[in-house]
């Protein structure tokens, strides 16, 4: 099997229950039950308006400005499946357009995370489809690889592998591990719970806020009338 152009076409996803149950959540909340670690950075961004990306990672390696692994891609996705594509964050070529986001539709296909561009940005948009990507070029891609499908990558420091959950709103793309999703589930709920009060409270007037001054005391913050 030769490193660079292969394709598994099997792996274990992420259970149905938990993607509708993280669907629910902020990804900011998910990423902070993470401990802040596990966000792709600020170069990913929504090209689609505000429709949530959640469901299990079907992970792409492509050479930069390539995409012949994505076609792959899209013809062997399950429905409910998000493709997270690692291209090196070129921006010379683009990824995808139109006419990849609507086959990827007729095929059930959840969304797209592209570590690179696209273009049709208009039409994108206007699909409502999630694609998260890194900007926009009218230039087009090639399409004679290498490249890998379902082995694990890895988006500006954050591993993904396949089956994974992807989680994408407006704030960014997190990505929980499969071993750790009912755990990061539960953590992320207890936030959102916890979130949920201190809001209710601010809006009734009865927030208590006497945890500032506690902070600036306990750091030696000098008061001075």
């Not at 993470?34 to 469901?55: N, S």
């Not at 997190?174 to 409270?201: I, W, Y």
Request: hydrophobic letters at 45%; charged letters at 20%; proline letters at 6%.
């Amino acid at each position: 099997m030769p490193y660079g152009f292969r394709i598994k076409q099997s792996w274990t996803r992420i259970d149905a229950s938990l993607v509708a149950a993280f669907r629910a959540l902020p990804a900011a909340n998910v990423s902070d039950s993470m401990q802040r670690l596990a966000a792709a950075g600020p170069t990913l961004q929504p090209m689609h308006g505000d429709e949530v990306l959640c469901g299990p990672a079907l992970t792409v390696r492509c050479r930069p400005g390539d995409n012949l692994m994505i076609h792959k891609a899209i013809d062997m996705a399950e429905p409910g499946d998000v493709i997270v594509v690692d291209a090196g964050g070129d921006m010379t070529n683009s990824l995808m357009g139109e006419l990849m986001l609507v086959h990827a539709i007729q095929r059930g296909i959840a969304g797209f995370v592209l570590n690179g561009a696209i273009r049709d940005s208009a039409a994108i948009a206007e699909r409502g489809l999630p694609v998260f990507a890194c900007g926009v070029t009218h230039r087009g891609p090639y399409r004679t690889g290498p490249g890998e499908i379902g082995f694990p990558i890895a988006l500006d420091g954050m591993p993904i592998a396949p089956g994974d959950l992807i989680l994408g709103d407006a704030d960014g793309v997190v990505c929980v591990p499969q071993a750790d999703a009912a755990t990061v589930l539960a953590a992320a709920q207890k936030k959102q719970a916890a979130e949920d009060r201190q809001m209710r409270d601010t809006l009734a007037g009865t927030l208590d806020r006497s945890w500032v001054d506690k902070a600036l005391e306990a750091a030696g913050c000098e008061m001075i009338a």
